[in-house]
């Protein structure tokens, strides 16, 4: 073996400044390089090799910390798997299209809305979003390789790009082959703002916020027509008024319908001389006068016709109004149990429209504006201020009352606006059509629609944890048909050629289709991505009625562009992925989800084998993070001020099914708890090893019962260590190795062994080398610093994961060790029972069970300072202090001072001394200066030392 001359260890070292000279190191030396090449070919066989895929990362922001926490999943396994010999492909992606981007870009250039961007010009527009996700992902390489993150940063994939495109283009083609693709005209949530419809995937349950909105008990005429030869109404004088609750009176004015519940009671009451019809369990909640005059079943009103509140505009002409049945909208919780209906601007009303054939009044636009056929209304906002329909109510003298009410009420993902529905013409992926023309397989049995498929694929999937496949079938169970669609400009042009004349579409497959389909435009296009406005010039002919045909403005949903990953990043043969992680919450409605679902329509099979999921980052009061709240932590910010080994730590020790509280002061305990102490660890092997001029040598065995034991704990936490991550669990991992430094290594092993530094070096410096090599993925800089050091490689990130090593295991040895350290536990309980310190030496301790192995019964002894320590029936402390052991005693205090003092004047560990004390057991004076390296002991009235 080469000499090795160990480099000092200086136990004040700055971790940053370490971490950013190895990152010099590695990417200047060709380390990282060298790292991602390693096992081309495998080192670990021709088909070893480890297929993972990266979920790309919004290229919008910095990273906070909160990214960090993938990315060092991501890394570690990836590390993991290369130590092992595996052939990996370090292909980092960048998620680039959407309106995330937009949203930035806009604020950026001080836009408001839609028209801002298209005075600007789409062409200038979509230009500053590829410039922005240009900056971001290569700030965010900066970042990740400050990580340590390894990745071929180079080969980047970025769904922008051609091919991530075209890969959608074709899959599109297929869904239109398989029947799947189609235009409908449906309810859906809508920002006004973005001007555009935000799919079911995209509101999750943080998008939900408390609003306090005006809401009004409104009154509906019923007409005096429709009371004749009513069974319950027909005797009544005057005019019957239904009372209906709304929270949002802006969508009054596209009202049709009034929804009852046939099966609950319903009352008349009279109040100012009018007789007004409300359910009679929320009268009474109400408080609404005495008794009703009479009662009846909600049944029993449907059928009635009734005045509409806006019936003078123009827009609702003709328009004829009922009262109609619902079972499930309508219930006696809250409101008057007459529910105000209006297809035009709700879900469920839509739905209800179809079922009972209403008339579909759509009264805003794309900007939550009233279009005309409105009066007044017209060009009015109609989420603006709701003082303008409620005025209107208050003039026509058909407000009963208003009140402020507060609930969870959903916005847009991206801006925040409040959600309003409208009706609209969008695409879909239709998840419940078979999955042929003719709804037959080609052996005649009915063929499974795309949920079906779906639900299959997902169950072929390790779900980590387990709770994953259930939250995700969950989705999959309830999930309506997949909006594609987006009225915007940043994002996939969905390939869709619609035909204005007849209503055919066709989808285009391909770059090389569309050229040979076009009829005009293609020199337009040419030489450009395939984005707006560049492709809307090329036009082709309809394929059924020869027209020309212009593609639709829409852009497609994000996640189609990180779905089809697998397809456009992956050779076939790494196809499907061994392994991807994200965080959970969200990613079962989006890239799982579009995972699933892309490489289902296209292969009908799992695009990857195991998932591992993980919670969400919150600050140290478990608040969420936010830079408006000012409780976000930037990952540089985190990376220069804690180190980014920490960090890792931090995220890998993390039980993955739990939010993590990440703080600086967690993240000061961590450094204390386990990163110093093998610091201190370190720094003791390389103090001693230089001191002594020790050098390792090859083929040594360990022979002391405590190298062995360590030893054998070593080679027992690789194996928990390598077992475990090969399950993806990083946590017992991580557990495993801060058991064995802190607990092991630090607390016992050097502690036991500090008579015998020398003997331990060559068990010591064989333990540190394997324990780096096991910690690289996890933290792989200090591991670099450490092996580098004591071995005089070139990097740790060439060394192979260290291997079980059987036969070094000795369970017996270590259940035995365990016992002694139990046993020092209750002997250090009984010194302190009797207030003797440990210094002070005693004769015997007698222990109980079965009898240890001498060797070990020293162990003990040495460590309680007992002359003798023997098994019996009790566990027993002979505290008899005899004038020869107060001598030790004390003579032991006088080297603990001495020590101290040596400490204090900086001695160098091999330093003579000369000390000056005022007395001292003389018997005990050779034993005194040997272990204080002391020339002389002289007399005098104070302690101190003199450098010799
Ligand atoms: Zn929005
Ligand atoms: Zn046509």
Redesign the pocket.
């Known amino acids: 073996m080469a000499k090795i001359k160990f480099k000092p260890v200086d136990p004040k070292q700055d971790f940053v400044a370490m971490e950013k000279k190895l990152l010099e190191y590695w990417y200047k030396e060709g380390i990282v390089e060298k790292y991602l090449k390693k096992n081309n070919p495998p080192a670990g066989g021709p088909n070893k090799k480890f297929s993972f895929l990266d979920g790309p990362i919004t290229a919008n922001n910095p990273m906070g910390v909160h990214h960090a926490w993938g990315r060092t999943y991501k890394d570690l396994w990836q590390r993991f798997y290369n130590m092992q010999g595996a052939k990996g492909r370090f292909q980092n992606g960048f998620d680039e299209q959407g309106l995330w981007v937009e949203v930035e870009v806009e604020k950026e250039l001080g836009f408001n809305n839609k028209k801002d961007i298209e005075k600007y010009g789409i062409d200038k527009f979509v230009q500053k979003c590829k410039e922005r996700v240009a900056k971001f992902s290569q700030i965010q390489t900066e970042q990740s390789k400050r990580l340590g993150y390894f990745m071929d940063w180079e080969n980047s994939y970025h769904t922008s790009s051609d091919e991530n495109n075209y890969a959608i283009w074709n899959f599109l083609k297929v869904c239109r082959q398989k029947g799947y693709l189609y235009k409908g005209r449906d309810s859906v949530p809508w920002c006004p703002r973005c001007g555009t419809a935000i799919s079911q995937h995209e509101i999750l349950t943080e998008e939900y916020k408390e609003i306090t909105h005006k809401a009004v008990f409104v009154k509906f005429i019923v007409d005096s027509s429709s009371l004749i030869g009513n069974s319950q109404l027909s005797s009544v004088k005057g005019q019957v008024s239904l009372l209906v609750w709304t929270t949002t009176p802006w969508t009054l004015p596209s009202n049709v319908a009034i929804a009852v519940n046939p099966d609950l009671d319903y009352g008349q009451w009279n109040i100012d001389g009018q007789v007004l019809i409300i359910n009679v369990k929320r009268a009474k909640e109400m408080k609404i006068g005495e008794k009703p005059q009479k009662t009846f079943k909600g049944k029993d009103l449907i059928g009635l016709n009734y005045q509409g509140n806006f019936d003078d505009l123009p827009a609702l002409s003709g328009v004829e109004h009922k009262v109609v049945a619902d079972k499930d909208l309508v219930t006696d919780e809250e409101g008057t149990g007459l529910v105000h209906i209006a297809p035009g601007a709700g879900e469920e009303d839509f739905k209800l429209a179809k079922k009972e054939n209403l008339p579909v009044i759509e009264s805003i636009d794309e900007a939550a504006v009233y279009v005309k056929g409105f009066g007044d209304l017209t060009g009015q906002n109609a989420k603006g201020n709701p003082d303008l329909i409620i005025d209107k109510l208050k003039d026509k003298a058909i407000l009963f009352k208003e009140e402020n009410y507060t609930h969870r009420y959903p916005t847009c993902w991206r801006c925040k606006t409040e959600l309003v529905w409208r009706v609209v013409d969008e695409w879909y992926i239709a998840m419940d059509r078979p999955s042929s023309a003719n709804g037959r397989t080609s052996d005649g049995k009915p063929s499974k629609t795309l949920r079906q498929q779906m639900v299959e694929v997902a169950k072929k999937i390790n779900w980590i944890p387990a709770f994953g496949l259930d939250r995700e079938l969950d989705w999959l169970k309830n999930m309506h048909d997949w909006l594609i669609s987006k009225k915007r400009y940043w994002g996939l042009a969905l390939p869709i050629w619609e035909?204005?004349?007849?209503?055919?579409f066709e989808v285009i497959g391909s770059k090389e289709e569309l050229k040979q389909k076009a009829t005009e435009g293609w020199e337009d296009f040419e030489g450009h991505s395939p984005h707006r406005p560049w492709v809307d010039s090329v036009k082709i002919r309809?394929?059924?009625?020869?027209?020309i045909?212009t593609r639709i403005p829409d852009v497609g949903n994000p996640w189609l562009d990180a779905g089809i990953v697998p397809f456009s990043t992956m050779p076939t043969d790494w196809f499907p992925a061994d392994f991807i992680t994200e965080s959970f919450p969200g990613q079962f409605k989006n890239w799982f989800y579009s995972l699933i679902a892309m490489s289902t329509v296209l292969e009908n099979t799992n695009p990857f084998k195991t998932v591992l999921g993980f919670a969400t980052l919150l600050d140290e009061k478990g608040e969420e993070m936010h830079k408006s709240k000012g409780n976000a932590i930037e990952f540089n910010e985190a990376a220069d001020k804690i180190g980014v080994d920490v960090m890792r730590w931090m995220y890998s020790i993390q039980n993955p099914t739990s939010n993590l509280l990440f703080g600086y002061h967690k993240a000061d305990e961590v450094r204390r708890r386990f990163y110093l102490i093998l610091w201190n660890v370190y720094s003791f092997f390389v103090t001693y090893a230089n001191l002594n001029s020790w050098q390792p040598s090859a083929g040594q065995k360990p022979s002391n019962v405590l190298d062995k034991w360590i030893t054998s704990r070593l080679n027992s936490s690789i194996d928990i260590v390598t077992k475990s991550l090969e399950q993806y669990d990083a946590t017992v991992a991580a557990n495993a190795i801060e058991y064995f430094v802190i607990s092991d290594l630090s607390t016992w092993y050097i502690r036991r062994s500090r008579d015998r530094v020398e003997d331990a070096l060559p068990t010591l410096y064989v333990t540190l080398v394997e324990l780096t090599k096991l910690l690289a993925p996890f933290t792989p800089f200090i591991a670099e610093e450490i092996y580098m050091n004591l071995t005089g490689e070139e990097s740790v990130n060439f060394a192979d994961i260290p291997n079980t090593n059987e036969k070094l295991i000795d369970t017996d040895l270590e259940k035995e060790m365990t016992r002694a350290r139990e046993i020092v536990e209750i002997a250090h309980a009984k010194r302190k029972e009797a207030q003797i310190k440990v210094r002070q030496p005693l004769s015997a301790f007698q222990y109980t069970g079965g009898k240890l192995p001498k060797e070990i019964e020293e162990i003990v002894a040495a460590e309680i300072n007992v002359k003798k320590v023997s098994s019996g029936k009790s566990f027993k402390l002979d505290t008899t202090v005899t004038p020869g052991l107060k001598a030790e005693g004390e003579a032991r205090d006088i080297i603990r001072q001495i020590q101290q003092a040596r400490k204090e004047a900086d001695c160098r560990l091999d330093q003579k001394i000369e000390v000056e004390l005022p007395k001292w057991p003389k018997e005990f004076e050779a034993q005194i200066k040997k272990e204080t390296l002391s020339e002389n002991l002289i007399k005098a009235s104070q302690l101190s030392v003199k450098k010799l």
């Open positions: 035909c204005a004349k007849c209503g055919n309809c394929n059924q009625c020869q027209s045909v």
